[in-house]
């Protein structure tokens, strides 16, 4: 039987990247999923990739109106969620302090921090005792890259708002818990609308910082359904599976 077996789910940017990753994993192990995004194409791609057991909302996480209808159509059609992955984000907003600007931090808080707390909040009436709440931060929440420090923070919030989340619905028996990637190769750096060249010099100033001295990445050929960043799945189980509660789970290769 599948780890995750008639579990309802939502995975927040389950179209592209960790999210889509994260989404095929959860319905190999059992759940009937919900996956969002922004972009339409995107969404429907990824549901016909994952193939079975799962349906695209469209939404932006920064909307609440966006998050009041997911939910709607979760409730009409399953009457409950039991998993929460808290995904969506983004990290292009990168400027040096003495030139972030107003636009920059909004954007960049807006979806990481505000977007991700009323996902929290807005999906806890569906969940009951055993449901299991998973934020993705980031190591960058404890690092110091330069130009990163708006991003960072975003990631640092969540780390934090993870913690007090925990006290505040232990006694309905809903765990909360964080994972912290490092860096992988998905779209995310796609989105920094940078030269090639520019990024691949970024990227070699980075990777001797990786423990591992590699990106995390997918592999080529799965041997089952097991996703990418497999160092993130044994991380993912133990926040999801067994009794951690308000727990920091960081892999950083
Ligand atoms: N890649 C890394 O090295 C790394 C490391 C640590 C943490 N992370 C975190 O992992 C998460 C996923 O990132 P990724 O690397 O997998 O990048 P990605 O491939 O770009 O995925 C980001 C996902 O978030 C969605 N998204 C962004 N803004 C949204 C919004 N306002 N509303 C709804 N969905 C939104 C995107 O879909 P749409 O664009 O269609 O909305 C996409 O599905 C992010 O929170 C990121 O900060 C990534």
Redesign the pocket.
């Known amino acids: 039987m599948g780890k995750l077996q008639s579990k309802i789910a939502l995975i927040?940017?389950?179209?592209?990247?960790?999210?889509?990753?994260t989404a095929e994993e959860f319905v190999a192990e059992g759940a009937y999923l919900y996956?969002?995004?922004?972009?339409?194409k995107?969404?429907d791609a990824?549901v016909a990739r994952i193939g079975r057991n799962v349906t695209g909302i469209?939404?932006?996480?920064?909307?609440l109106a966006?998050l009041d209808r997911l939910y709607a159509q979760i409730e009409k059609e399953k009457g409950r969620l039991d998993v929460v992955f808290a995904?969506?984000?983004?990290?292009n907003q990168v400027a040096p302090l003495g030139s972030i600007t107003e636009e920059q931090f909004d954007l960049t808080f807006?979806?990481?921090v505000r977007?991700?707390l009323f996902t929290v909040q807005k999906a806890l009436p569906l969940m009951q005792k055993g449901g299991s709440i998973l934020l993705?931060?980031?190591?960058?929440s404890v690092k110091g890259v330069p130009a990163v420090s708006v991003?960072s923070a975003?990631?640092a919030a969540v780390r934090s708002l993870a913690r007090c989340w925990t006290s505040d619905v232990k006694d309905r028996g809903i765990r909360v818990n964080v994972?912290?990637?490092?860096?992988?190769?998905?779209?995310?750096?796609?989105?920094l609308d940078w030269p090639k060249e520019r990024f691949q010099a970024v990227k070699a100033g980075i990777t001797p910082t990786i423990p591992l001295g590699r990106?995390?990445h997918r592999r080529k050929r799965p041997p089952r359904l097991l996703s990418s960043w497999l160092r993130m799945t044994p991380a993912m189980w133990q926040a999801l599976s067994f009794t951690w509660m308000g727990e920091l789970f960081q892999f950083d290769a």
């Open positions: 927040t940017g389950g179209n592209s990247g960790i999210g889509l990753a996956i969002t995004g922004r972009r339409p995107q969404l990824a469209q939404g932006d996480v920064a909307n966006d995904n969506a984000g983004i990290g807006d979806i990481n977007g991700l993705n931060s980031s190591t960058a991003y975003s990631k994972i912290a990637p490092g860096y992988a190769e998905t779209p995310i750096f796609e989105t990106w995390g």
